[in-house]
C-alpha cells in the first residue's frame, strides 16, 4: 500500500451467497464491529436482490455498495441482465467486472472492456478482475497473459477516466482454494500491472491507481499481502462473508505504510 498516493481499498465480493435477510443480518453485525477511525475504503459487492438491504443498512455509513456484474448494454431484451444504471438507481458505487468465474462463463475480453466502458459512463467505479491459470504460471506466461488482459479490458478509457477504475489481481488458482500466492508472488504482477498503466497512460496515473490482490485473502495472511507497496487492498470472497474476519482484513489495512 501507499496511501500517500492512492486509496487503499477492502472490497468483499460475496459471489452467490447470503439472501436478503441474511445481509440485514449481517451488516448489523458488522456495522457494531467496524473500526471507527479506518485508512481504508471498504466496498460489498453482492448478489443484486441483496443491493436494497445492503445500501439501506450503510446509508449513514461510508461503506461503499457494489453489483458483482452488469451488462454493457444501457436497457433493452437481455432476459436476466443488470444495466450499470440500474446498479446506480439502486445505490450501487461499484462494480465487479471480469471476475474469473464470469470469464469462465465465456466472458471475453472485449466483454470486459465494454461493462468497464459503459460502468464509467454511468458513474460507477469498475473492479477491473485479472488473472492467470495455473497452467499459464507454470507456462511463465503470466506478465504476458496478464498485460494482454490490462490491455484489452482498458481500450479506450480515456486518460481522464483511468484512475476511477480499480484493478484487482486475482490469480485463478488461487480464488477460492485455499491457496494464497506468496506476498512476494503478488507483488511482482501488481508492480507489473502498474508498469503497464505507466506505459499506457503516465506515471502520475500510475501512481494514483489503486491495485488490489485476490485470492484466499484472509485475516490471517492480509496484513503481509497488504504491506507490498504496489498492493492497495483485497478483493475478497469467503472471508468477506463473516463479519469478524472481514473486520480484521480492514484492521489489517491500518497499518503505517511508505
Ligand atoms: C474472489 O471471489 O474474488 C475471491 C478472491 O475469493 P476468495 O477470497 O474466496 O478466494
Given at each position: 500500500?501507499?496511501?500517500?498516493?492512492?486509496?487503499?481499498?477492502i472490497a468483499g465480493n460475496w459471489k452467490?451467497?447470503?439472501?436478503?435477510?441474511?445481509?440485514?443480518?449481517f451488516?448489523?453485525?458488522f456495522?457494531?464491529?467496524?473500526?471507527?477511525?479506518?485508512?481504508?475504503?471498504v466496498v460489498f459487492c453482492v448478489?443484486?436482490?441483496?443491493?436494497?438491504?445492503?445500501?439501506?443498512?450503510?446509508?449513514?455509513?461510508?461503506v461503499?455498495i457494489g453489483?458483482?456484474?452488469?451488462?454493457?448494454?444501457?436497457?433493452?431484451?437481455?432476459?436476466?441482465?443488470?444495466?450499470?444504471?440500474?446498479?446506480?438507481?439502486?445505490?450501487?458505487?461499484?462494480?465487479?467486472?471480469?471476475?474469473?468465474?464470469?470469464?469462465?462463463?465465456?466472458?471475453?475480453?472485449?466483454?470486459?472492456?465494454?461493462?468497464?466502458?459503459?460502468?464509467?459512463?454511468?458513474?460507477?467505479?469498475?473492479?477491473?478482475?485479472?488473472?492467470?491459470?495455473?497452467?499459464?504460471?507454470?507456462?511463465?506466461?503470466?506478465?504476458?497473459?496478464?498485460?494482454?488482459?490490462?490491455?484489452?479490458?482498458?481500450?479506450?478509457?480515456?486518460?481522464?477516466?483511468?484512475?476511477?477504475?480499480?484493478?484487482?489481481?486475482?490469480?485463478?488458482?488461487?480464488?477460492?482454494?485455499?491457496?494464497?500466492?506468496?506476498?512476494?508472488?503478488?507483488?511482482?504482477?501488481?508492480?507489473?500491472?502498474?508498469?503497464?498503466?505507466?506505459?499506457?497512460?503516465?506515471?502520475?496515473?500510475?501512481?494514483?491507481?489503486?491495485?488490489?490482490?485476490?485470492?484466499?485473502?484472509?485475516?490471517?495472511?492480509?496484513?503481509?499481502?497488504?504491506?507490498?507497496?504496489?498492493?492497495?487492498?483485497g478483493l475478497i470472497g469467503g472471508a468477506s462473508l463473516?463479519?469478524?474476519?472481514f473486520?480484521?482484513i480492514?484492521?489489517?489495512?491500518?497499518?503505517?505504510?511508505?
Amino acid at each position: 500500500m501507499n496511501r500517500k498516493y492512492r486509496k487503499t481499498i477492502i472490497a468483499g465480493n460475496w459471489k452467490m451467497n447470503k439472501t436478503p435477510s441474511e445481509t440485514k443480518e449481517f451488516m448489523t453485525t458488522f456495522k457494531s464491529i467496524l473500526p471507527k477511525g479506518r485508512w481504508c475504503d471498504v466496498v460489498f459487492c453482492v448478489p443484486a436482490v441483496c443491493i436494497p438491504a445492503a445500501v439501506r443498512a450503510m446509508r449513514e455509513t461510508r461503506v461503499g455498495i457494489g453489483g458483482e456484474n452488469m451488462n454493457a448494454n444501457a436497457s433493452g431484451a437481455y432476459t436476466g441482465e443488470i444495466a450499470a444504471n440500474m446498479l446506480v438507481d439502486a445505490g450501487c458505487k461499484y462494480v465487479i467486472i471480469g471476475h474469473s468465474e464470469r470469464r469462465a462463463m465465456g466472458e471475453t475480453d472485449a466483454d470486459v472492456n465494454a461493462k468497464v466502458l459503459a460502468a464509467l459512463e454511468a458513474g460507477l467505479t469498475p473492479i477491473m478482475c485479472c488473472g492467470e491459470s495455473l497452467e499459464q504460471r507454470e507456462a511463465g506466461i503470466t506478465e504476458e497473459w496478464i498485460t494482454m488482459q490490462i490491455k484489452a479490458g482498458l481500450l479506450n478509457v480515456p486518460e481522464d477516466k483511468i484512475r476511477k477504475v480499480i484493478i484487482a489481481y486475482e490469480p485463478i488458482w488461487a480464488i477460492g482454494t485455499g491457496r494464497t500466492a506468496t506476498p512476494e508472488q503478488a507483488e511482482e504482477v501488481c508492480e507489473s500491472i502498474r508498469t503497464v498503466i505507466r506505459k499506457l497512460y503516465s506515471s502520475k496515473n500510475a501512481r494514483a491507481i489503486s491495485i488490489l490482490y485476490g485470492g484466499s485473502m484472509n485475516e490471517k495472511n492480509a496484513f503481509e499481502l497488504l504491506a507490498q507497496p504496489d498492493i492497495d487492498g483485497g478483493l475478497i470472497g469467503g472471508a468477506s462473508l463473516v463479519p469478524e474476519k472481514f473486520v480484521q482484513i480492514i484492521e489489517a489495512a491500518n497499518q503505517p505504510t511508505a
